[in-house]
């Protein structure tokens, strides 16, 4: 029996409030999750990238810090989507310290 076919007869037997309780831990747990943001070992030294693409997100924040337009960034990465700066600036949000430390890496290299 699979896992999820197992939480399926779990949920069966829960009443509405385990339930709730279980929807919030699933969501909290989700709450880290960002779409379109990958990390992969062995692609770009495993920093988060836009999906599709080998665009780090350190790469797009320090290009915004030094002055560089939405549309600018659009335009010299033709496969980038205004999407994906959305979701690059959320990540850069909830994961500032992680890309400080990336900007400040490939400063010294």
Known sequence: MSLLQETEKLLAVMSRA???QL???V???LGDAFPGIESITGVCGGEPCIVRTRIPVWVL???RRLGTSEADLLRCYSTLRAEDL???WAYVRSHREEIE???HENEEA
């Open 61 to 63: 924040e320090q290009a």
């Open 18 to 20: 385990e339930k709730a």
């Open 101 to 103: 430390k990336q900007i």
């Open 86 to 88: 959305a979701n690059a």
């Open 23 to 25: 929807l919030q831990w």
């Open 27 to 29: 969501v909290r747990d």
